[in-house]
């Protein structure tokens, strides 16, 4: 199936042209951490699909993992990060993040963020799943991310080389014999505008959207995957989803994380019959790592034929679980749940994508001038199932190495940006019925949390490839003139690349389980599987 190049057709004499030394697109923790790596002489222009406030990053409830207790050792989280990762990890690239977590947390600090403190006023460490020691710092209880962003955009948009376009969604990519020069982007004030960059940074985040039940905010569509893809980047691992075990699950209501801390600090995990399951599954009971916690709770959510389980914290301290967990008490209390008495009803949902653009060490793409940082990036930090708080860390070490090399590259660059003619991209437009894209929409999030869930199997995986394939012949060859359109285009891009990896994939690691694979293959499958538009 061929994926046309451009998703719209544009003429240069006929919008406007921006021009800037670095092009940041996406304004979570990455890429506002590499706007403050690139020398203040470089002009930077961050877009941003919403506000700034709205991304992955700013809704991340656990924290941030680092070695900053004198009992751990770098040793400890790098062994640690490479267990939960399924043998798929990069040790290159775990060692590097690793050790330079203290420092990027230090950073935070010095931009002002106040990470929660202990009774000796030294930072207090927590524990969640599949961590030997206590390593992570988190903020306002369980709002980290919301702290962490708030320090992070306070310091970047006081900077004043950095220009910020929110409410700007970006269409593609610009390339021109195969260098990317910067991207086509749209808003309701301008419309379409060719932005030129010396240098690119995509750090657009992750793709939940995709799925019917996810943790992430309505942003997370996966447009940066896809147009990096149209691009000609290499895109890798894309069957590895992350399922959070423990999402909020009430009729009615948004599902919103319950974060991992909170089986950290003694929360326990039971059926609607009160038992307490974990440890028929797994030695580190609750504490196991998130895939095992998201197939322990499925394979007990069909034993019960009930729709969910639940995290019981009436054993624990009320006055303790009400002041760690603020956010999350305060948003169970509108359905009623005092979660230290209550239990709250829990299920798995789309959470991180582990999968994504190819960097090397310092978050270059194979595109020349383009890095890439963050949830939309395949680092090799992960493997095939993400360690629990490694993520914003990953955002913040990657953003500053993009940074640091993309404002580098900038520097060898005058100041003429050699505007070229480009060739006016032929998109077909297909008429006839006016598509309703919310039914597609839907119709796309739930065949992936039925077929490409926490769990998969070849026929219905064959199937799902059958039903993508269709939508895209026809939703991809259409014209769409607003973000709505070519959100919808680029989940289809994505989700098709999932199922065809996961389809790909006969076995079972980390996050990909299949039913009818159910163990690994060391021999077949101990690597990567990835894409490239032009194979």
Request: aromatic share 6%; with cysteine.
């Amino acid at each position: 199936m061929l994926v046309p190049r451009y998703l719209v057709p544009f003429h240069p004499k006929r919008i406007p042209h921006h021009f800037t030394d670095v092009l940041i697109i996406g304004g979570g923790l990455a890429g506002l951490r590499a706007a403050l790596a690139i020398d203040r002489k470089m002009n930077v222009l961050v877009v941003a699909k919403d506000r700034l406030t709205q991304s992955n990053s700013n809704y991340a409830q656990g924290g941030i993992a680092g070695v900053l207790d004198p009992e751990d050792r770098f040793e400890n989280h790098v062994a640690d990060t490479l267990t939960a990762g399924g043998e798929l990890c990069d040790p290159e690239v775990v060692e590097m993040v690793v050790r330079e977590a203290p420092e990027r947390i230090k950073e935070l600090i010095g931009w002002g963020a106040h990470f929660d403190e202990d009774s000796a006023g030294g930072l207090a460490l927590g524990r969640e799943g599949g961590h030997s020691h206590d390593r992570i710092v988190h903020a306002l209880g369980d709002a980290t991310g919301k702290e962490v962003m708030r320090a992070v955009i306070d310091a970047a948009t006081g900077l004043p080389n950095l220009l910020a376009w929110p409410n700007t969604f970006t269409i593609d990519l610009l390339t021109i014999d195969g260098v990317c020069r910067g991207a086509l982007v749209w808003n309701e004030r301008h419309g379409k505008t060719l932005v030129w960059a010396k240098q690119t940074i995509l750090a657009t985040g992750g793709a939940g959207q995709i799925y019917r039940e996810t943790t992430n905010p309505p942003v997370a569509t996966g447009d940066g995957h896809a147009l990096a893809y149209r691009a000609g980047c290499e895109l890798r691992d894309m069957e590895f989803m992350q399922f959070h075990p423990t999402v909020l699950y009430i009729a009615g209501s948004s599902r919103s994380l319950i974060t991992e801390a909170m089986r950290g600090e003694g929360a326990r995990l039971v059926d609607r019959a009160g038992y307490r399951f974990m440890a028929d599954y797994d030695s580190r009971g609750e504490l196991a790592p998130r895939d095992v916690v998201s197939q322990a709770i499925v394979n007990q959510m069909e034993k019960n034929r009930h729709p969910n389980v639940y995290l019981d914290l009436s054993h624990l301290d009320p006055s303790r679980v009400r002041s760690r967990f603020p956010g999350i008490a305060a948003s169970c209390a509108e359905f009623g749940i005092d979660i230290a008495k209550d239990r709250i009803p829990v299920r798995p949902g789309a959470h991180y994508m582990i999968g994504g653009v190819t960097v090397d060490l310092q978050g270059r793409t194979a595109v020349p001038g383009l890095w890439a940082a963050g949830e939309v990036t395949s680092t090799g930090l992960h493997g095939a199932n993400r360690l629990a708080s490694n993520s914003l860390l990953e955002g913040l070490v990657y953003g500053a190495h993009t940074g640091e090399g993309a404002s580098a590259e900038a520097a060898k660059l005058d100041d003429n940006f050699h505007v070229e003619p480009l060739e006016n991209p032929r998109v077909e437009v297909v008429g006839g019925e006016t598509l309703d894209l919310v039914d597609i929409r839907n119709s796309l999030q739930s065949l992936m949390w039925r077929d490409v869930g926490v769990r998969r199997e070849g026929t219905s995986l064959e199937d799902a490839a059958q039903s993508i394939d269709q939508w895209c012949r026809y939703v991809l060859r259409k014209q769409f003139n607003d973000p709505q359109g070519w959100q919808l285009q680029n989940m289809l891009t994505v989700a098709r690349l999932m199922i065809y990896a996961a389809k790909q994939r006969e076995e079972s690691r980390g996050v990909h389980f299949r039913t009818d694979y159910p163990k690994s293959d060391d021999q077949r499958w101990k690597r990567h599987i990835a894409f490239h538009r032009e194979a």
